[in-house]
Every structure is written in C-alpha cells, then in structure tokens.
C-alpha cells in the first residue's frame, strides 16, 4: 500500500468493492490525498478505458462489468503464498514472452508476470505465430528461476498445462484436455498454448532461467477467429462476459504455484497425463516429409510419447521431433 501510486489504490480499492459506489471524500481520506488529485486519478483511469461512473452525492463506482486487466483486479484473486509475484500489465506489447526474457537477461527475479490487453507478433511453438487479439484473450509470461538440481523446460510446461486446466474447470463449467505436448482444447478445438523458452547457463548447464508463456483465448475475438484458424480454435467462455479475464489469470497463478513449489512430486504428472487425450488413440506421426500411423501407449516423464507403430515397433518421441494428428474421430 505504502508504495502504490494513488492510481493504484484507487484501484485497489474499485476492484474489491466493484459495483458499488464509493465517495470522493472517503477516497480521499483514505487516501490521505485532496479531492482534486482522486479526481485526476479517476480521469487518468476512465481515459485508460476503466468502466467508472460517477453520481453527484454518490460518488465513483468500477462496473460490476468492467474486464480490464490489471495488476490490481488479478491480485483480489489470489491466494496466499511465499511465491514473490510481481505483476505487470501492458496495453500492447510484440510479445510477452519478449519482455520477459528481455528483463530476465537484466537480472529480474523470479516470480515477474507480464500480461497484456493484446500482441502484436505473439509467438507459437516451431516458429508459429499465435493470434492475439485486444481484450478477448490472456497473454501472459511468467519468469521463472528453477533451482538446480530441478528442473527441465518440459516440467515447467506440463505443469502449466496442468494449471491452465485446472484453472478453466473452476471458473466453467467446460472439460478442457490436454493435446501433447501442451495445447489445450474444448469441444474439440484449441483453446489456450505454451510456449516455454529460456537460457541455460554456459557453465554449469543450468537452466539460468524460464520464461513460461501462456496464451488462452478467453472470449471469442471480436471479429471472430481468422479464416485460417477459424476450424481449430475455440475460447473458454465464448462471447464476452463481466470480469473474468483477471479471474482466469489469478487462478492459473495460485495452480501454478502450487505445482510449482513442489514440483519434484509426480502427482502432477500423473494429472497430466489422466488429462491427456492422446493415451490410447492412433494417431498420424509426422517426421519431415513422413507420416505413419501409431497407437500411443503412454507419455514418460520426459514427457515423451510412448507409442506402437503398424509394424509392432514401439518408440518413444519427441515433441521437437515430430508432430502429430489425430484422426477426425
Ligand atoms: C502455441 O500454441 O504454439 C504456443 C502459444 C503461446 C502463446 C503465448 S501468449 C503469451 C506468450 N507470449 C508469446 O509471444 N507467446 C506466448
């Protein structure tokens, strides 16, 4: 509280008391400001396009509707933990996972979350893009420092997955799964994807640092899905409803974390793969130019695929190496 910015407590102080109004003068004895400067802040927000009316004797009041992301809004959500959480949020930004690993080379500790309204460039795994439209979708990067003797990439991102998941279940009514490695689909269609990047360190082989990115498309975007991408992408909740954005960022947190801090346990690796759709199925292994039918036996914990070609041949592989399709059925 000490450190915030009087548009920061006004904040904090709209997004626990959405809906309801609350008197210039008690903001600024709260405050401790004059009513002048909570006016300015009030201005700044509205001008940021925070949902605010203001009523003679009455006062200013956050819309119950309001679905701004902010800092303030996400943290009214979440639960207590040593975890040192440090949230930003942008209006627009190329990527986010940019920006963190851009202060991560700059020393950042761990526990920085970006998030922005929209992306510009937002990045897919292998070189994709990931479409990322204003105010219907969450993008979010994480800094993370895994101490040694943990911790590969590859756990970070299905614990993610495992969060996201989580996270979408509470919050809808939907049954999201996992497609390995780390997309997240509803009826059928994409929903949400990770894209984990980071550094290892030289000397030691270290990972020195972890930038998770996590992109889900919350809402249907406002002009509707590319053509491109129209067939295989879906949202959580479909059209726009009253703040659920910033709800959906804190709860992804608070799972993360959860699994985070105690990630040398196996018990969410075995969510993982109870949450995953592909143990059991035949699907299309793609290599290159190749492509042959398998049926997966199971997903390692290397988070390999365990899978039995035509020929009897059984082989585990790799996300990086191949990619795969499941049959239309
Ligand atoms: C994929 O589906 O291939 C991975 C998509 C990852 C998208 C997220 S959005 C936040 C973060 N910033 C990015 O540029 N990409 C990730």
Known sequence: WLFMTVKQQIKLLFENRRGEYISGEELAQTLNVSRAAIWKAVKSLKDEGYAIAAATNKGYMLSKDSDMLSAEAISSFLEQSDFPLKIEVYKSVVSTNSIAKERASQNEAEGLVILAENQTAGKGRMGRSFYSPASSGIYMSILLRPKPPMVEAIKLTTAAAVAVSRAIEKLSDKKPQIKWVNDIY?????????????????????LEYAVLGIGINVFDPQDGFPNEIENIANSVFGKKRASLRNELVAETLNQFIKIYSDIGNDDYYNEYKKRSFVIGKEINVIKGKLSDTATVLDIDEGCRLKVRFSDG?????????????MPEK
């Open 313 to 325: 041949c059984e082989q585990y592989l790799s996300s990086g190496e191949i990619s795969i399709r």
């Open 186 to 206: 509803i009826g059928g269609k994409k929903v949400c994807g990770i894209l984990t990047e980071g550094a290892v360190s030289m000397e030691s082989g270290d």
